[in-house]
């Protein structure tokens, strides 16, 4: 058997390293592997480029055997994902510089922005958090613990308030303050998906009453374990807001997170951060290779 498809419970736990045609390298094994590929969630897409390299490769002669088409293959997801690595720059100019947060919820939003948080701080930035998810139970409470453990002061007005109200006033209150970076939490569900994003879009106005530039950075949260559907949420919080960067969150999970080779190749964005674990310090800045060597095993 050329490669194991595993259409069982345990798909989630899939590990490319493992999906490698195993025996002749010849165009039946290719298109089994660009199955594969594609139930990873890379996407059509993606697999189908990924595909075509390997092709050519074996074609001209320069991969004859399983060693070197993991090298190809190494090297063109990382082809695929490398436009996509750009860190996260502050810039001096912008005060407070804004970054505002979306995605659905259980993502791992909140936690994420706690992190960020932490991170700026221990690079010497001054950071203010703003409690903008009103709507899920618990969210406001959940930032403020955040806030507390990383020590950074925190604008809200409870569950229920008005989130583009609670924004600006964080705002003004970064701007009095000279505060470095303001981050903003937002709501991940609504009562429909229309609302929650006409909600985002009055966010986006109202601070921009203050800044037409903010926020500099609109950073959409998804989870790894999400599959296909993170390529979904991308794809329609893009289209509602228009997007600058993403994080990927639970890498720590059993799911390597195929679906960020769609994302990068539909979107082109930037990839900001990973999330591998809930603590503060489980924040990796994203890069091409070392994701691509963690997911080749
Ligand atoms: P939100 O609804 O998007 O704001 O999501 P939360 O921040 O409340 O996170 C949902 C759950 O996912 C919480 O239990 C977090 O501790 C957990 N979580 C967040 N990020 C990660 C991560 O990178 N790895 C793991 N294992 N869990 C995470």
């Known amino acids: 058997m050329r490669a194991q498809i595993n259409r069982g419970d345990s798909w989630l736990t899939y590990d490319l390293a493992n999906l490698l045609p195993g025996e002749k390298i010849d165009e039946d094994a290719l298109e089994d592997f660009e199955d594969l590929l594609i139930q990873a969630d890379l996407g059509i897409e993606a697999a189908s480029e990924v ?18 088409l993991r090298k190809a293959l190494h090297a063109s997801l990382v082809e695929l994902l490398s436009p996509s690595s750009i860190p996260l720059e502050i810039p001096e100019f912008i005060r407070p ?48 613990t955040w806030a507390e453990k990383v020590d950074i002061p925190i604008v809200g007005q409870g569950q229920n308030a008005d989130p583009a ?7 003004s209150a970064a701007k009095a303050r000279n505060v470095d970076v303001l981050i903003a939490d937002t709501a991940g ?11 985002l879009r009055k966010i986006k106005r109202v601070m921009q009453k203050h800044d037409q530039f903010a926020p500099h950075e609109l950073m959409i949260v998804v989870d790894a374990t999400a599959g296909h559907n993170a390529l979904k949420q991308a794809l329609e919080f893009h289209e509602a807001v228009g997007l600058t960067g993403i994080t990927l969150t639970k890498l720590d999970g059993t799911a ?40 080749l095993g």
């Open 189 to 199: 569900r609504l009562h429909t998906q229309g609302g929650l994003m006409e909600e």
């Open 256 to 295: 390597k997170g195929g679906a960020i080779f769609a994302i990068a190749k539909r979107l082109a964005l930037p990839i900001r951060f990973v999330g591998v674990g809930e603590q503060a310090e489980d924040l990796g800045v994203f890069d091409a290779n070392e994701f691509v060597s963690a997911l």
């Open 51 to 68: 595909c075509e390299k390997l092709r050519g490769g074996i074609n001209s002669g320069r991969i004859k055997r399983p060693d070197q």
């Open 165 to 171: 109200s609670v924004i600006f006033d964080a705002y």
């Open 97 to 144: 510089f804004v970054i505002m947060a979306v995605g659905v919820n259980g993502v791992g939003k909140t936690t994420t922005m706690g992190k960020i948080g932490a991170r700026l701080k221990q690079q010497g930035l001054s950071v203010m958090f703003a409690a903008g998810d009103t709507y899920r139970a618990g969210a406001v409470a959940q930032l403020e």
